[in-house]
């Protein structure tokens, strides 16, 4: 349960710049892999199986950069922690 919890959590914090960016290509990629795919005209094997390997390619990177946030050191030394709160002056961090 807390495993959902935390991906959760992980989604709704905020997100650097360029993964938005990287966000927005895969829903790019997906999006014109899926028109690709239901065209109605016939298309070459090759075109429709490239078209579904670009839809998995633009799913995962959309859903990599959504729950990618900005980490800064841990006190304790155990590694980048996600921030908890929203800090506006920080590089990298876009709040909306």
């Known amino acids: 349960m807390k495993v959902i919890q935390s991906v959760v959590e992980r989604a709704k914090s905020p997100t650097p710049k ?30 429709v199986a490239v078209a579904g390997y670009l839809a998995v390619a633009g799913g995962v990177i959309s859903a990599v950069s959504q729950v990618t946030v900005f980490a800064e050191p841990a006190p304790d030394g155990r590694g980048p922690q996600p921030k908890t709160g929203q800090n506006k002056d920080d590089p990298g961090v876009e709040t909306e």
């Not at 997906?30 to 005209?41: R, Y």
């Open 18 to 47: 360029f993964f938005k960016v990287l966000r927005t290509v895969g829903l790019v990629l997906a999006g014109i892999s899926g028109s690709l795919i239901a065209a109605p005209v016939t298309l070459p094997a090759t075109v």
